[in-house]
């Protein structure tokens, strides 16, 4: 059973609170193993210190991130998959974008979400395709606030034109985005068109995106 809506939002905190501190990665892989989850955090922490420090991982820290993306992609606990996709959110120097993208495409909204924090934590291009696909059909406006972030954050050409389709989109589920949509198009392209000037975005949309004269990116009717 998906767990309840404040419960997934709660989780990351919870563990945090529970967690041990001072743990070496092979004790929190043996916690983890036995069924401690909390230590899912923890190991996330360690990662994290190690690489704020900037030492090198170590044969069992690297076994350690392997554990957390297993886990993230394949444990039947949806609580514990976001809190491992947010521990190798921590992790800035390893590529896990595969992971997170990996994440989007769950069922569960929780996953989702966690896997949209991490991608806006850790932007990367190799991501935006996946980005795109979640902005046309995601229903929970928490995830697309962070979808739109990451893609802020990549700030490519095909990130920005999913900008501006967020932007020209008047439908109810991008209204919380379509002004963090405005300030990111307007720092990306260094134009500074009002947020009601349309008119001028969609003379620039088009002269960028469609060079025949066609449609540029467009957003939906209200």
Excluded at 89 to 113: E, H, P, Q
């Amino acid at each position: 059973m998906m767990p309840s809506r404040n419960l997934l939002l709660a989780a990351p905190l919870l563990a945090l609170l529970s967690s041990s501190c001072g743990s070496s990665p092979q004790k929190l892989v043996l916690e983890v193993r036995k069924g401690e989850t909390y230590s899912i955090v923890e190991l996330g922490r360690h990662l994290a210190a190690r690489e704020a420090d900037e030492l090198p991982f170590t044969k069992a820290e690297h076994g350690a991130i392997e554990l957390l993306r297993e886990i993230a992609t394949s444990d039947p606990g949806v609580v514990n998959r976001m809190r491992a996709i947010a521990a190798l959110a921590s992790c800035g120097k390893i590529d896990n974008t595969n992971v997170f993208v990996a994440g989007l495409t769950s069922k569960y909204w929780g996953v989702r979400w966690e896997s949209a924090k991490a991608l806006s934590a850790r932007p990367d291009p190799k991501a935006v395709p996946a980005l795109v696909k979640i902005l046309q059909k995601e229903k929970e406006r928490i995830i697309l606030l962070d979808v739109v972030e990451a893609l802020s954050r990549i700030g490519d050409e095909g990130s920005l034109k999913a900008l501006f389709a967020v932007f020209f989109d008047r439908t109810p589920r991008h209204t919380d985005n379509r002004m963090k949509a405005h300030a990111a198009i307007c720092r990306l392209t260094e134009k500074n068109y009002g947020f009601n000037d349309v008119d001028e975005w969609v003379k620039y949309a088009r002269a960028k995106f469609s060079p025949a004269g066609g449609e540029g990116p467009s957003g939906g009717e209200e």
